[in-house]
């Protein structure tokens, strides 16, 4: 299936919060469960889906003139990004027993959410 800037933008914004969510969850099961699955088949999961995206947004952009595709795949990303890293905060935070709600504080604040 060829993915074209109309099918990006329209696919992308669910498709990237499926995968922050799998990922927070994995993260969660690598702390709480640690037999379960090892980090190694975590991060070749991480590296295998950062290739696929890759792709994906390639094939979705190639001969794309269109600046608003540009900057909504871009928001995209970010906002999976932003989201992992307050994810990731929140996780140490939790474990070092400082309160989580002060990381969504902040990130808010700073992003203007």
Not at 49 to 75: H, W, Y
Not at 99 to 111: A, C, K, L
Request: glycine share 6%; aromatic share 6%; with cysteine.
């Amino acid at each position: 299936m060829s993915t074209t800037p109309a099918t990006l933008l329209s696919t992308l914004p669910l498709l990237m919060q499926e995968l922050v969510g799998f990922f927070i969850i994995e993260s969660h099961v690598l702390r709480t469960m640690p037999d379960f699955r090892s980090q190694r088949d975590v991060d070749e999961l991480w590296d295998e889906m950062c290739r696929r995206i890759v792709d994906i947004m390639g094939s979705g952009l190639k001969g794309c003139g269109e600046p608003e595709v540009f900057l909504q795949s871009k928001t995209e990303v970010l906002l999976f990004v932003q989201t992992l890293e307050v994810s990731i905060r929140q996780a140490a935070d939790a474990s070092s027993g400082s309160d989580p709600r002060d990381m969504v504080t902040m990130s808010q604040s700073s992003t203007g959410f």
